[in-house]
């Protein structure tokens, strides 16, 4: 099956993103403030509700397949982005990041996104049309992320981040936040704020979610434009989810298992395609189970926990962990 995206397709849906990124950030959130719980829930309902009439589209222009592969990958990334959300609130709770800036740090994180994930994309697809046994790469991948997953205990050290590091290395980096600057000139040189290496923290944790989410929408469909853009439509909508559920990501204390149920079953789907093709209906269905079930499953018992610390408030960190206030660079 042919990929739809011609050229035309693809310069008007590129365009469609810059111009709903720049109308968040040059209209909606041209000035910096606390997102609240109220106003997270209408940007998150906007953007799904852009995502499914961009589904209807996609059925009634390219067929039930081609919109079925569309809402699957969405489903897939949209579930994987919650554990970008857990992360995310490590490093502005590690970096103390304001709540007010917050949304800056996401937005051109998401931007940086976008140019990563379709570099990764067309090379992925590059890859598996040159080399078909690249899917059981991809297969296996993805199965070794989901067991992973299951791992308990693991933690984010944004200060053991390489790029952190290189940043401190060759950039002059000022030990107090600027506003929602993320460069500033003091004592005759530019020099980075706390705010871009939290930026550059963000950019490089979102390269490694690639990595497992990106092989993942593989799975359903080859199409690289459905896996562009079911990738960037979770993506876009992030941000007001992080702001809608980092503080009750205590509570889905089961999704985790979930999702790695979710990576194994797609990287099993990939490593038995070539002698088993799994309908695309019935793979909705059990994406959509497993996710509904661990959800299900978390509201019905609490969490043997207590929650992750408030979005935008430093934890107790240990003295080896950097805080804006230490001198760097």
Known sequence: MSSIGTPLLWAAFLLFVAAMLALDLGVFHRRAHTIRPREALGW???????ALVFAVGMWRWF??????????????????????????LVIFSYFGVPTAYQHRVLFWGIVGAVVF?????????????AFHWIIYVFGGLLIVTGLRMLRSGEEVHPERNRLVGLARRLLPVVPRYHGAAFFVREGGRRAATPLMIALLTVEATDIVFAVDS????FAI????????????????????????????????HYLKVGLSL??????LKMLISPVLRIPIVLSLGVVALLIGVSVAA??????????PVPVGEPSAAPSSSWTPQDPVG
């Open 44 to 50: 998150s309902i906007f953007w799904i509700v852009l």
């Open 63 to 88: 067929g039930p397949q081609r919109g079925l592969e569309f809402l699957t990958g969405y489903l897939i990334e949209k579930a994987l982005s919650v554990d970008n959300i857990f992360v995310f």
């Open 117 to 129: 994930r379709l570099a990764f994309i067309l090379a992925g697809a590059a890859l598996l049309a």
């Open 214 to 217: 990106i092989p993942a929408i």
């Open 221 to 252: 469909t080859t199409d690289p434009f459905i896996v562009f853009t079911s990738n960037l439509f979770a993506i876009l909508g992030l941000r007001a989810l992080y702001f809608l559920l980092a503080g009750l990501l205590h509570r889905f």
């Open 262 to 267: 979710v990576l194994v079953f797609v990287g």
């Open 298 to 307: 978390s509201l019905l018992r609490r969490p043997p926990l207590p929650g």
